[in-house]
Every structure is written in structure tokens, then in C-alpha cells.
């Protein structure tokens, strides 16, 4: 159980500072890096990369992450083994 509330607790974090890149169009002054792949960085460096260049950003308040509350109570599918 505590495996899994320290993911559900990155998987927050995680989603607070690409929150923060989004409202600013970069990731400069974010913690990226740490929550995220290199592959999953990538894509949100195009996205952020995207947005500059049509001067856009995200407006409003950062709201805590809804979906971790959904997947602290999703269970995981079991399976049995017949031999």
C-alpha cells in the first residue's frame, strides 16, 4: 500500500509541474525531469515548443490532479494460473 500511495503521490506532483509548463509555454523553472521519461519530456518540450511559437499558454488555476482519486480505487486485474 505504500507503494502505491507514493506513486499516486509522484503521479501528482508529476501533473502540477506540467501544469506549470503549460501556463508558461516552457519547462524552464519546472521539475519535469524528475516525474516524467525522456520520451515523455520530448513530447512535451513539441508540445511546449508548439504553443511558444503560436503564443499561446494555459490559462486559469493549477487544480490538484482528479484522476489519482480515480486510480486509488481502480483495482488491478487478477489473473490464475491453471497449471
Known amino acids: ?18 501544469a506549470k509548463a503549460y501556463r508558461q509555454a516552457s519547462a524552464k523553472g519546472t521539475a519535469l525531469e524528475k516525474y516524467v521519461t525522456l520520451n515523455a519530456l520530448s513530447k512535451i518540450d513539441l508540445d511546449l515548443y508548439r504553443m511558444k511559437e503560436a503564443g499561446t499558454v494555459v490559462r486559469g488555476e493549477i487544480e490538484p490532479p482528479r484522476s489519482s482519486s480515480w486510480l486509488r480505487r481502480r483495482r488491478s486485474p487478477r489473473s490464475t494460473s491453471t497449471r
Open 1 to 18: 500500500m505504500a507503494a502505491k500511495t507514493a506513486v499516486l503521490a509522484a503521479y501528482d506532483r508529476m501533473t502540477i509541474e506540467q
